[in-house]
């Protein structure tokens, strides 16, 4: 097993490596001076020199890649242009509301798509299954800020049950701040809840088919039994992973989200870093949300031990 | 030979697929829809009742009637024909990134699974690819190649390659041991003859499922971009930019946001129908319950 750990960690940091191997070209792959692009039209010559001396851009590419790797290991993400503090102090601050949505998002996700995956697979074939397939597949198939819209219209300003946008005024309570996640954690949670009713569904119908199935029903134990207790923790494996793979993706993947409801969280500040070009913004959030995924990857493995004793590494 | 492969394209045939497709109304459904959508963008000027950029102030926020099916915007364009020609350019992206995803993924996904001793390497990079959110990944790409029409397009190819190689290295992987991939090594078949002829023709059934889930995302990747304000031009009528533009007027005229949303939905839950159908069709293990 410590061997098994011991790969796998090795090998989350070659894929690391390749991931900041790869936002250094993206940044550096800019057509023209990334100095001048970054402070804009209206700045000076001397101004463009200053910030290509400050971010070392007037050194051998290598030499560049270097000093990225070696500042990186040491957790140096280097310094936004526009915020003027370090990007890993910005990614902190906005740590917050993005680590709370996807959280609730998560629990949404949950609590609609494995009910219906339980149900479409403990009803193959019928209505009930066809009609929770397609409603699934109708959820997967908005796009989050066209709900999002929607949801604002009709729960925020014609009902007014929900905050429209925002995070709540400054030294709001955790709870005021989480109320105002609500209603973007809901249309996040619908949305992604569609691969968790997917995954729920298949894993489901795999195990409904084994054989202590099969013994639990001539056993005359009652329908529910055999489905909650004998099926589904057989069939948690799949959807635990899908629930992981969902979180890691959301962390990052929610920028449409943050930004539609004015949530000041990761995905907000990396849009705002694009729309200003603040390049060491956007290289060390992608380096952070790509670190945080493998890593939950690693996790979901490792997990696998404790859900299930026949996994063996 | 290619009926000896993984599940095949060509394991099926025309008639059971529309056979399959027949008792599959979703997916028939899917694939019915598609097909209009796709007709009402190539004969847009024809479909189009005004044209898409006629600006009529006196006509500004009219909800829908029987002359603007879909009402107007905020510059009195009629919002259907602007709906109809805004499909042009969002399906146009979304097979211009199937394309891409599928050439760029092809040889990545070949090379892994094919040569050995290339495998280790192009999987980490396909590995680390996918460790980004798409969306996110296609943001920063755009906004280091810049916004426009090409650069979307291209940096959602960029996006979506890695799920087509790993998809393609895993079929390639099973192809690579087959039979008959190892009589033509024998008959000292070129290795280039071999993947064209051996390997690529029987990964059609995978890439095709693929794409068409792709063409899924990258309208719905397209239009989160548009809304963001990083995708194409504002002037461009795309779906995005239709509802980025019309949530200034959520509330008081809903029409401008909820008719293009409901395209974008419409396409994208057919392309999955569809998607799903034909995955289900080429998997023999499935296919016996269709």
């Known amino acids: 097993m410590l061997s098994y750990v011991l790969r796998r960690l090795t090998g989350m940091l070659v894929v690391m490596a390749v991931v900041a191997t790869m936002v250094f070209i993206i940044v550096r792959v800019v057509p023209g001076d990334p100095a001048a692009i970054m402070l804009g039209p209206d700045a000076t010559a001397a101004d463009v020199a200053g910030l290509r001396l400050k971010l070392g851009l007037d050194e051998p590419l290598f030499v560049q890649f270097g000093q990225f790797l070696f500042d990186l290991v040491r957790g140096d993400l280097g310094r936004s242009i526009f915020l003027d503090r370090p990007v890993t102090q910005a990614l902190a601050e906005r740590a917050e509301p993005t680590l709370l949505l996807t959280l609730m998002a998560i629990i949404v996700a949950v609590l609609i798509g494995v009910p219906a995956g339980v149900i479409s697979a403990v009803n193959r074939g019928r209505f009930l299954d066809q009609a929770t397939s397609s409603l699934a597949m109708l959820a997967a198939s908005m796009p989050s800020f066209w709900l999002g819209l929607l949801f604002i219209q ?29 209603l973007p954690a809901i249309v996040l949670g619908l949305i992604s809840s569609a691969l968790i009713t997917r995954f729920t569904r298949a894993s489901m119908l795999d195990v409904l088919g084994e054989d202590y199935v099969r013994t639990g029903r001539a ?10 207790k004998h099926a589904f923790r057989n069939a948690l494996i799949p959807i635990l992973t899908v629930v992981g793979l969902t979180m890691a993706l959301l962390l990052g993947g929610a920028v449409v989200t943050e930004t539609m409801f004015g949530l000041p969280g990761v995905g907000n500040l990396v849009v705002s870093a694009v729309l200003r ?15 945080v995924y493998v890593l939950v990857n690693l996790l979901i493995d490792l997990a696998y031990l404790l859900v299930d004793p026949r996994v063996r590494y | 030979m290619a009926g000896a492969s993984a599940p095949s394209a060509s394991a099926l045939s025309k008639g059971r697929i529309w056979q399959i497709l027949w008792r599959r109304k979703a997916a028939l459904l899917g694939l019915t829809l598609l097909v209009i959508m796709v007709l009402a963008a190539i004969f847009a000027p024809w479909v189009a009742t005004h044209k898409p950029d006629a600006m009529r102030i006196a006509q500004r926020l009219k909800p829908p009637s029987g002359v603007n099916f879909f009402g107007t915007d905020e510059f009195g364009r009629d919002l259907f024909s602007r709906v109809i020609y805004g499909g042009r350019v969002s399906l146009t992206v ?29 999987t980490r990079i396909i590995d680390a690819m996918m460790s980004f959110p798409d969306i996110l ?23 979506y390659t890695p799920r087509v190689a790993r998809i393609v290295r895993a079929s390639t992987l099973v192809i690579r041991e087959l039979p008959f991939v190892e009589a033509a090594r024998a008959l000292g078949t070129p290795t280039w003859r071999i993947l ?6 029987n990964l059609t059934s995978p890439i095709m499922v693929q794409a068409t889930f792709i ?36 509330g008081k005229a809903d029409w401008i946001m909820i008719f293009p949303g409901i395209a974008i939905v419409t396409a994208v839950f057919s392309l999955q129908m569809l998607g799903d159908a034909l995955r289900d069709m080429l998997d023999p293990k499935l296919r016996k319950d269709l």
């Open chain 2, 196 to 201: 064209i002829m051996h390997v690529l023709r």
């Open chain 2, 215 to 250: 063409f899924a995302y990258a309208i719905l990747a397209e239009a989160g971009l548009s809304f963001l304000g990083v995708g194409v031009s504002p002037e461009t009528p795309t779906w995005g930019t239709i509802i980025s533009t019309g949530q200034q007027y959520a």
């Open chain 2, 94 to 122: 979304g097979i211009l990134t199937v394309c891409i995803s599928c050439v760029l993924g092809v040889f990545l996904g070949v090379l892994a699974g094919f040569f050995k001793r290339l495998d280790t390497g192009l």
């Open chain 1, 219 to 228: 056993k005359g134990l009652g329908e529910g039994v055999v489905i909650l």
């Open chain 1, 154 to 182: 009709f729960f925020s300003v014609k009902l007014g049950w929900f905050p429209v946008a925002g995070y709540g005024p400054p030294g709001a309570g955790f709870f005021e701040r989480a109320g105002h996640l609500v």
């Open chain 2, 137 to 159: 990944l296609a943001i920063a790409l755009v906004a280091v190649l810049g916004p426009s029409l090409v650069n979307v397009v291209t940096a959602l190819g960029i996006v």
């Open chain 1, 277 to 291: 070009r603040d390049y060491p913004v956007i290289q060390g959030a992608l380096i952070v949300i790509a670190g």
